[in-house]
């Protein structure tokens, strides 16, 4: 399409100013199976660049509830969830998020994006208050918007600015929101939950906790942020997904009796969207059993997460508390000749660019299934690039 249409013109227009800022991006294809090494664009690499910490996303018992629940109920649940899309299955995957979580109850979403928009546009409208983290991912702040609640944000981490909207804001509206990342999922540190709590008692707030990052990494028996601050009994909303640490697809929602009943009542993007498919259901499901079953995935984890930082510790590392360790470079372009460089010598770890993140970086997943010599490979490798690049001032 020509720049010149009139009516479409301007797509080309901006992709040429996204190309110009090296915000431009394309997906990478992988060929092979999930796991800690994968074939991208023919090449075999050491995968740093998944949300699979626990390595679940290509176990065999996953893959293989994935096809029992296939073959018994078809691949698609075929409606929403309150016509013909419900099934048995859906309700013991909630029912074990909750036993996971320690909450009364919990609803499963087609993804944690549509369960972040659907609880929040339904418990809050034009009448109430949202405060959010600067830092929140995408589906809290769009969940915000679309609740047409009042929204302000906070500086990350800054109870002291939350404090101050609060005393300052709080009394002209109704309800009143706070919405947190529990894990931050593009810098690794971890909200301050046990003082959120706290600040949110004080004002009449409910608290909102996205565990997208959280469960299956953190807390003693993996359930999350919420577990490992020792908040597990106290008034939250919690949220998550099934595609990251338990290797599915899907999001949920764990809380209260009520809640649950009023989401299943309320939130659009659950009552107006097909139920997650069998497969997808039944491969959580398993994940769930796993992770409650198998702790040292869990240690094996955490065992990977040290031995990275303590070798890379001091190359720029974002505070991180998590499974995601960032690096910071100067500008988009050094960020992305480091992942390029990273990629050529057999590792996956992405560059992580604005508009996503305010600064450059280099994002790295861990996983529980890398082997020691995988990390000891790329801590090799990532020091000598590092070197180059952040000594580099003409890139
Ligand atoms: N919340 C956070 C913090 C996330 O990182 C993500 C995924 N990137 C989501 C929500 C959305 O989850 P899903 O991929 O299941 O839509």
């Given at each position: 399409m020509a720049n010149s249409d009139p009516i479409y013109g301007w797509l080309e227009t901006a992709l040429a100013t996204i190309k110009k800022a090296n915000w431009y991006r394309q997906p990478k294809t992988i060929t092979s199976q999930s796991g800690a090494t994968?074939?991208?664009?023919?090449?075999?690499?050491?995968?740093?660049?998944?949300?699979?910490?626990?390595?679940?996303?290509?176990?065999?018992?996953?893959?293989?509830?994935?096809?029992?629940?296939?073959?018994?109920?078809?691949?698609?649940?075929?409606?929403?969830?309150?016509?013909?899309?419900?099934?048995?299955?859906?309700?013991?995957?909630?029912?074990?998020?909750?036993?996971?979580?320690?909450?009364?109850?919990?609803?499963?979403?087609?993804?944690?994006?549509?369960?972040?928009?659907?609880?929040i546009s339904a418990i809050t409208n034009k009448k109430d208050l949202i405060l959010g983290d600067q830092y929140n991912h995408s589906s809290l702040k769009n969940g915000a918007k679309l609740s047409g609640a009042t929204v302000l944000e906070y500086d990350h981490n800054n109870l002291d600015a939350l404090r101050?909207?609060?005393?300052?804001?709080?009394?002209?509206?109704?309800?009143?929101?706070?919405?947190?990342?529990?894990?931050?999922?593009?810098?690794?540190?971890?909200?301050?939950?046990?003082?959120?709590?706290?600040?949110?008692?004080?004002?009449?707030?409910?608290?909102?906790?996205d565990e997208a990052h959280g469960t299956g990494v953190l807390g003693q028996k993996g359930a999350g942020v919420v577990e490992h601050f020792?908040?597990?009994?106290?008034?939250?909303?919690?949220?998550?997904?099934?595609?990251?640490?338990?290797?599915?697809?899907?999001?949920?929602?764990?809380?209260?009796?009520?809640?649950?009943?009023?989401?299943?009542?309320?939130?659009?993007?659950?009552?107006?969207?097909?139920?997650?498919?069998?497969?997808?259901?039944?491969?959580?499901?398993?994940?769930?059993?796993?992770?409650?079953?198998?702790?040292?995935?869990?240690?094996?984890?955490?065992?990977?997460?040290?031995?990275?930082?303590?070798?890379?510790?001091n190359?720029?590392?974002?505070?991180?508390?998590?499974?995601?360790?960032?690096?910071?470079?100067?500008?988009?372009?050094?960020a992305l000749a480091m992942g390029d460089r990273l990629l050529a010598a057999g590792f996956f770890a992405p560059a992580i660019r604005p508009p996503t993140v305010p600064t450059s970086r280099i994002r790295v997943s861990v996983m529980a299934t890398h082997s020691p010599q995988q990390i000891q490979g790329f801590i090799e490798i990532f020091q000598r690039c590092f070197a180059e690049f952040s000594g580099s001032s003409n890139l």
């Open positions: 994968v074939t991208l664009n023919g090449q075999s690499v050491v995968n740093f660049a998944s949300n699979d910490y626990l390595g679940l996303a290509g176990d065999r018992r996953l893959i293989d509830a994935a096809i029992a629940a296939t073959k018994t109920l078809g691949t698609g649940s075929t409606g929403s969830r309150l016509t013909s899309g419900h099934r048995q299955l859906h309700r013991d995957l909630e029912q074990a998020i909750a036993n996971l979580k320690q909450t009364e109850d919990a609803l499963v979403f087609s993804s944690g994006y549509l369960a972040n928009l659907g609880t101050q909207l609060l005393e300052t804001h709080r009394q002209n509206y109704r309800r009143c929101l706070i919405t947190t990342d529990s894990v931050f999922s593009m810098d690794g540190d971890l909200c301050l939950l046990p003082e959120l709590l706290a600040i949110a008692k004080e004002f009449s707030a409910m608290l909102l906790v020792h908040c597990t009994q106290q008034p939250l909303i919690q949220v998550g997904t099934l595609s990251k640490a338990l290797g599915s697809l899907g999001g949920y929602v764990a809380g209260s009796k009520a809640l649950i009943d009023f989401l299943r009542n309320r939130a659009s993007t659950w009552i107006y969207t097909t139920g997650l498919s069998p497969a997808d259901t039944a491969a959580a499901l398993a994940a769930i059993h796993i992770l409650q079953a198998e702790p040292q995935r869990r240690q094996q984890l955490w065992e990977n997460i040290r031995q990275l930082k303590s070798a890379l510790g190359h720029e590392l974002v505070p991180s508390e998590s499974a995601v360790l960032c690096f910071g470079l100067a500008n988009p372009q050094q």
